[in-house]
């Protein structure tokens, strides 16, 4: 009798490792990949990032879609642009030359088919949030939504309450996981932004002569693009991001705060409430339901601090405000405060601002 114990508690401790290097060793990782004027967008480095920390076994595949050379630019930059991608797969169709959801998840669903990945990866962005619930339907599997954190290949935390608790989540399904990340989370090293990968991914061109054009994908067409054109950091990954909320009162008013981030070099943003007046397009908005950012340096003028807000700006260095409300929120989680009236202090910060060179 003891003899059989022995014998199963051997059975089962070996069953046990050979199920979690079963595991570990087929970690395979599909990343979606944006890109615009040749190179790949800084989310999707940070989604790539984020597959790294999954398990150094781990094989990363990065998903390109669009036509013409800027895509063909793309990916000979895809190629290098990481150390942790293995393989540049590349759709290549004029289908893909707007980030349509529909299109973009058919495309994800022939892919996992062909390959079967364990993971599947995007950043938390408009693209990302776009897309990845559509392909999670299409794969009859549940999304886990802006992770800021990887423990295991399959348990991960997220924020939950606008950011004022942390929630553990284990993936428990059959797969793939599929997971968008917050790209502020999971920043590339320094030294890869300065310099490319040392090893070359393979580039692979995906067969599309069995995707599906289905009802969803022609009831679905790009119409416009409203976005300002200029030489400002993109917002998402500013050093120094300038936000106005509604106390700034119109869109000319606006043109202050753009003076003010020309001379600080810095991306301008805006509260929701902004947005919706109309004072700024919806791609600067910055919150919960906007961009996520986490700059050195984050200042809010006429912002009063909706919860909203302040979950989209809590891994910010320094966070400085300025309100004539003594009272507002923003203050309890500004590193400086100032109270006055933006209208003045502006103005007075801009002329005392030596002109960006």
Known sequence: MANSFALLKAFRNCSIISHISRNHRFISTLVLAEHEGGSVKASSISALEAAKSLGEDNSVSLLLAGSGPSLQEAAANAASCHPSVSKVLLAESDRFVHPLAEPWARLVHLVQQKHSFSHVITASG????????????????????????????????????????????????????????????FPPPSALASSKSSSTAS?????????????????????????????????????????????????????????LAERLGAAVGATRAAVDAGFVPNDLQVGQTGKIVAPDLYMAFGVSGAIQHLAGIRDSKVIVAVNKDADAPIFQVADYGLVGDLFDIIPELTEKLPDKK
């Open 126 to 185: 408009s693209f990302g949030k776009n897309v990845l619930p559509r392909v999670a339907a299409l794969l009859d599997v549940s999304p886990i939504t802006d992770i800021t954190g990887i423990k295991e290949p399959h348990l991960f935390i997220r924020p939950i309450y606008a950011g004022n608790a942390f929630s553990t989540v284990r993936f428990s399904g059959s797969g793939p996981c599929m997971l968008t990340i917050r790209s502020t989370s």
């Open 203 to 259: 580039i692979d061109q995906v067969d599309l002569s069995s995707l599906e054009e289905d009802d969803a994908i022609k009831k679905s067409k790009y119409v416009k693009i409203s976005t300002q054109d200029t030489d400002r950091p993109d917002l998402g990954n500013a050093r120094v991001v300038v936000t106005g909320g509604r106390a700034l009162k119109s869109a000319e008013n606006f043109k202050m705060l753009e003076k």
